[in-house]
C-alpha cells in the first residue's frame, strides 16, 4: 500500500518544525525532522572532535550513530541513548551540520535512514530537501519561508526567552550566510521543489501556517 507523505521544505526558522509536528499530530502521521538528523550528526561529530573537512570520518560517525525521535509536545531527540535535545539548537550545531551536509558522501548516508521514516498511515517530512530529493514523489508539497530579517527576530526571541545572550544582526548574518551556502551546494541545494505550495510565514501567524497545510491534505 502506497503510503501518502506531505513534504514541508524551507530555510531555517520559517517555522517548519513547529508547522510539521502540528499538522503531523492533527493528521495522526509519523514524524520526521531531518535537520534534526543532521544536527544530530553535527553532535556527534563534535564531540568526536573531528575536522569539519575529514568527510570519510563523519561518514563513519553517520553509520554508527543511532537516532530516536519523540514528537510530543516538544521534539526529544536522543543519540546513542542521550538526549541532546538542548544541544540541537545551538548556533555552533546549526552551522556544523549546514557544513557537513554539503558533502555527498554524507547524505547518501543518511538517506536510507530518512527514508525508513515512511510508515502507515502516513508520514510529515520536514527539511530542506525533503520535496526536491529524498521524497520526490511525494503528492503534497509545501515550501515555506520567511524573510531573513524576520527568522533572526525568531531565534533572537527564542535564544533571549531561553536566558541566551543573542546578538540580533550577528544572527541575521549568520542565517543570510547559511541560507547562501545551502543555496549555492553542489548537493541538494535549497529550492523550492517542484509543483510545491510556496507559503510566506513572514506575516502569517503559526495556526494561520498550519490551517493552510492542512486545508491541502484536506
Known sequence: MRVPVLTIDGPSGAGKGTVSRAVAKLLGWHYLDSGSIYRSLAVAVLKS?????????????????????????ELVVKLDGSDITSQLGTETTGNTASIIAAYPQVRAVLLQKQKDFQRLPGLVADGRDMGSVVFQDAKIKVYLTASAEERALRRYKQLIEKGIDANLPQITREIEERDCRDQQRAAAPLTVPEGAHYIDSSCLTIQQVIDQVVNLVD
Open 49 to 73: 572532535g573531528l575536522d569539519l573537512s575529514d568527510i570519510a570520518a563523519i561518514c563513519r560517525v553517520a553509520e554508527a550513530m543511532s537516532l530516536e525521535f519523540d514528537c510530543g509536545e
